[in-house]
């Protein structure tokens, strides 16, 4: 893809899908949705199913857009992925389930994350998918379904006064629903497509992982990142190290430090917000019911948070592997997946060696881990092993690595 592309009505899905190497893992290209369906192979834009029941089989939590869907008043509606429509839930005969052909998505990055399209609402909605996509399964729970949006309410209290990074922002989880029957619940969460608070200086939203990705429809063009290097005329290093990476690691810890949220930024869900010289204006995060509620962090600093989705994604010291919970977010999936990458990039394309980047990025995180616990990180870092995850234990496949990467 070209930089001069970048204005285009069908970017922002182009780069979703097609600039996009995939999971360091391999998953997200191994396990995903349908041929159909999926970001990489799928149709242009797929058509939901809805499934429609009596208003009191519904938990509605925050708002969800009021589009276009033939129901009565005393009924009520959810979304379904056309790869679920043969599910043995919709079997019960209280729902009643078909095929919105007026109602156009399209694949995000994250395969169960569709676009709306042809709408007068502007986001995405994350529908509830009994599969596994990645190395997880992707089912919308009431807790899971909610999480999201009780975060992002927080960050935007916290946005509006001004207690976070000025620089760090998020797509807002406006609202979930939950449709329960017989005690199974099956949701969706609908998001918005704008960034919260001024983002008046953002011209293009990228994602991170389409600035090291090759396009895979035009794999002769450069990265987006080295387009915007050599057209701009930034320095390699200070335009990676100094205007990405390390704002980056700032946000992460201004996240953590006030409001006890530790995120799951690896490249998926972070974008970055540029303004028309393509200098970095805001740190962009997204999927919000994967970051971690820090209760212990939470008490230290006295945070007046509180969570209907507790225990989904709480943590607190008493747990065995509270560390290597720390450890895992920031060395392995922010670590692994954003900072190591763009390390590569300079590395492969600059022939800047890492030895040279990463007094800086340490410097950068032991400046931010001061303000935190003494015993908040482990010696050790901490990764997964490259095997599919069981969401029914607390167990994970933990590997431990001697000397941290990117932090002292």
């Not at 290209?29 to 990489?40: E, G, L, Q, R, Y």
């Not at 996240?255 to 028309?276: C, M, P, S, T, V």
Request: glycine fraction near 4%.
């Amino acid at each position: 893809m070209k930089l001069c592309d970048l204005y285009k009505k069908e970017a922002s899905a182009h780069l979703e899908r097609y600039v996009n190497n995939g999971s360091p893992s391999g998953y997200s290209i191994k396990c995903s949705t349908s041929k159909n369906t999926n970001p990489f192979t799928g149709s242009e834009y797929i058509h939901p199913y809805i499934c429609i029941s009596n208003k009191s089989n519904f938990i509605d939590f925050g708002a969800i857009p009021n589009i276009d869907v033939e129901c009565s008043n005393s009924e009520n509606w959810v979304l379904v992925h056309p790869d679920m429509s043969e599910h043995a839930f919709f079997k019960n005969e209280n729902l009643k389930l078909k095929r919105a052909d007026s109602i156009k998505l399209v694949p995000t990055a994250s395969a169960r994350t569709l676009q709306l399209v042809d709408s007068d609402f502007q986001g995405y909605f994350k529908l509830h998918y009994d599969g596994t996509i990645g190395r997880l399964e992707r089912k919308l729970p009431y807790d899971v379904a909610i999480s999201g949006v009780e975060i992002s309410k927080i960050l935007e209290s916290l946005i509006d006064d001004k207690k976070l990074d000025e620089r760090l922002t998020h797509l807002p989880e406006i609202g979930a629903r939950i449709l329960r029957i017989q005690n199974q619940d099956w949701g969706m969460v609908w998001r918005s497509k704008m960034p919260y608070g001024d983002c008046s200086k953002i011209k293009y939203v990228i994602p991170v992982f389409a600035l090291f990705s090759k396009d895979r429809h035009n794999p002769k063009d450069n990265t987006l990142l080295e387009q915007i290097i050599t057209e701009k005329f930034y320095d390699p290093t200070t335009y990676v190290v100094d205007y990405l990476i390390n704002p980056i690691i700032e946000c992460y810890f201004s996240l953590l430090k006030n409001a006890g949220i530790q995120g799951e930024w690896h490249a998926q869900n972070l974008l970055i917000g540029f303004d028309e010289d393509f200098l970095p204006q805001k740190i962009i995060a997204r999927d919000l019911e994967s970051m971690d509620k820090d209760m212990t962090l939470i008490e230290i600093f006295n945070l007046p948070f509180q969570f209907q989705s507790n225990p989904y994604k709480c943590i607190d010291k008493s747990r065995e592997d509270y560390q290597k919970k720390h450890s895992f977010m920031f060395d392995f999936k922010l670590g692994e997946y954003v900072i190591q990458p763009l390390i590569n990039f300079l590395e492969s394309i600059y022939f800047i060696g890492s030895d040279t980047l990463i007094p800086s990025i340490k410097e950068c995180s032991e400046n931010q881990i001061k303000e935190l616990p003494e015993d908040f990180f482990p010696n050790q870092w901490y990764g997964y092993k490259n095997v599919e995850i069981n969401r029914t234990t607390d167990e994970r496949p933990y590997l431990m690595f001697d000397n941290p990467k990117f932090r002292p």
